[in-house]
């Protein structure tokens, strides 16, 4: 917090302590950073991508290099260390556009996680009535 205030960022950055519902506040998000330098079962980087976050990681574990790399909206830094973090999160900033979601191939959508609608313009069906249409980027519609 310190270095948060020295750097004059208190009115960029947020203290939230422990979170019942993070996904609370993926909606306001640029973008998901997973900084461990070690890391078995990523379930928060899951949990991003799944709502279509941005993603940057050091390759934490193996597992986590082979999800992220050549993945749209991904940025995998090169290697463990604080300088090869910083150069990954300012290239993907650069690269972002404001409110950019991804659909992660190793994620479900935040609305097919919870059930919500069927993947990929919906049942027969609903495609008939013209439901389930999705967006370029394989989100569905607002209805």
């Known amino acids: 917090r310190l270095q948060c205030h020295s750097l004059r960022l208190d009115d960029a950055v947020v203290f939230a302590g422990r979170v019942n519902r993070p996904y609370r506040f993926f909606a306001g998000a640029s973008l998901f950073v997973l900084s461990s330098r ?24 193996g597992g986590v290099a082979d999800l992220l790399r050549n993945c ?15 150069w990954t999160l300012t290239a993907a900033l650069r690269a972002l556009t404001p409110g950019a979601r991804f659909r992660h191939a ?3 959508g ?28 394989g989100f569905p519609r607002t209805i």
């Open 106 to 108: 190793f994620a479900a």
């Open 72 to 86: 749209a909206g991904a940025w995998l830094a090169p290697e463990i260390s604080a300088s090869s973090l910083a």
């Open 110 to 137: 935040p609305a097919l996680a919870a059930g919500r609608h069927r993947p990929a313009g919906g049942s027969r069906r609903s495609r008939a009535r013209g439901v389930g249409s999705h967006d370029p980027a």
């Open 38 to 61: 070690h890391e078995g079962m990523p379930n928060a980087l899951l949990e991003a991508a799944a709502a279509g976050l941005p993603l940057v990681a050091l390759p934490a574990s």
